[in-house]
Antibody, heavy 122, light 109 residues
């Protein structure tokens, strides 16, 4: 079964760092891009960026460039989203997702992780 | 960046047809994907590339795209179709290429 399994919920204080993960299984992890999507409480979906684990080619939405870092470790089929200094406004659900077609950045996301809720509060 | 506009809400009686629109400049020249999201769950792809359905998605879900409007049509609506629906395109000319619509809440009366 093709699936993405994300790390568990996090509660952090402003200024702290955080790295959440997304582990792929059931398919060739290095052949498909992995994207990250933010959903703030009660709001819509926002594309943050995408990485190709095969060569670590990474693209960011301008809205998130410089705010987060996307990375991947192909040896353990895991992608990451990290923050160096969290803000209260980073409170949201974060989803990783895989496109329908290998190697194609623009394809629809057909496989989604279950989401990681990040709460930032003093 | 490219903007996709959806109606905030659509209400439909069981057994009737729901139509959810997604407006964007010359959206007919782009591939449109549609996602369904139920409360507390991750999104699910229901239509891709304007009108194709992933395996496991009922034929009741269909899509079309022309001009400045893409449409997701849900025929013979069931209570289980109540959810938020998001359109999404890839705008290759933009520095913010993967764009989601504003989302539409479908309520089954």
């Amino acid at each position: 079964e093709v699936q993405l399994v994300q790390s568990g919920a996090e509660v952090k204080k402003p200024g702290e760092s955080l790295k959440i993960s997304c582990k792929g299984s059931g398919y060739s992890f290095t052949s498909y891009w992995i994207g990250w999507v933010r959903q703030m409480p009660g709001k819509g979906l926002e594309w943050m960026g995408i990485i190709y684990p095969g060569d670590s080619d990474t693209r960011y939405s301008p809205s998130f460039q410089g705010q987060v870092t996307i990375s991947a470790d192909k040896s353990i089929s895991t992608a990451y989203l990290q923050w160096s200094s969290l803000k209260a406004s980073d409170t949201a659900m974060y989803y990783c997702a895989r496109p329908l077609v290998p190697t194609v950045t623009s394809a629809a996301f057909d496989i989604w992780g279950q989401g990681t809720m990040v709460t930032v509060s003093s | 960046s490219y903007v996709l506009t959806q109606p905030p809400s659509v209400s439909v009686a069981p057994g009737q047809t729901a139509r959810i629109t997604c407006g964007g400049n010359n959206i007919g020249s782009k591939s449109v994907h549609w996602y369904q999201q139920k409360p507390g769950q991750a999104p699910v792809l229901v239509v891709y590339d304007d009108s194709d359905r992933p395996s496991g998605i009922p034929e009741r879900f269909s899509g079309s795209n022309s001009g400045n409007t893409a449409t997701l049509t849900i025929s013979r609506v069931e209570a289980g179709d109540e959810a938020d629906y998001y359109c999404q395109v890839w705008d290759s000319s933009s520095d913010h290429p993967r764009v989601f619509g504003t989302g539409t809440k479908v309520t089954v009366l």
